[in-house]
C-alpha cells in the first residue's frame, strides 16, 4: 500500500525558513517524481516544485525560484523541500505527490499518489 507522509509545516513570519518532508513508502519502482504541491483557500492546487529521483532533475515555479530548494533525502523515498524568504503569499496547504517514471509533470493530473497535507502559514 502506498503512503506519503509530509511533515515540517508550521507558522513563521515573513522572511522565515521552514523545511518540509515528504516519505514514501510502498513504492518498487526504480524511477519516479516527487512534487510538492499547494492549495490556498479559494485557489487553485499549484505545483511548486518537483524531482525526478534517478535523473536528479528539478523544476521550480518562478513565484519560488531562488527561495525554495527541493532535495533528495538519505533515500530515494525521502524528498525535501527548503523554503527560504517566506512571504505571506506562500501560506497555502502544501501536499507532496508521487508518480512512477518520468519526466516528471508538473500538473497535479499527472500525479496518482498523494499526502494528506501540511500547513504552512506565513504572516507578515
Known amino acids: 500500500q502506498v503512503r506519503l507522509v509530509e511533515s515540517g509545516g508550521g507558522s513563521v513570519q515573513a522572511g522565515g525558513s521552514l523545511r518540509l518532508s515528504c516519505t514514501v513508502s510502498?513504492?518498487?519502482?526504480?524511477?519516479?517524481?516527487m512534487g510538492w504541491f499547494r492549495q490556498a483557500p479559494g485557489k487553485e492546487r499549484e505545483g511548486v516544485a518537483n524531482i525526478d529521483t534517478s535523473v536528479g532533475t528539478t523544476y521550480y515555479v518562478d513565484s519560488v525560484k531562488g527561495r525554495f530548494t527541493i532535495s533528495q533525502g538519505s533515500t530515494k523515498n525521502t524528498v525535501n523541500l527548503q523554503m527560504n524568504s517566506l512571504k505571506p503569499e506562500d501560506t497555502a496547504m502544501y501536499y507532496c505527490?508521487?508518480?512512477?517514471?518520468?519526466?516528471?509533470?508538473?500538473?497535479?493530473?499527472?500525479?496518482?499518489?498523494w499526502g494528506q497535507g501540511t500547513q504552512v502559514t506565513v504572516s507578515s
Open positions: 510502498g513504492y518498487s519502482y526504480s524511477r519516479k517524481c
Open positions: 505527490a508521487a508518480v512512477p517514471g518520468g519526466p516528471c509533470p508538473r500538473a497535479a493530473i499527472g500525479y496518482v499518489d
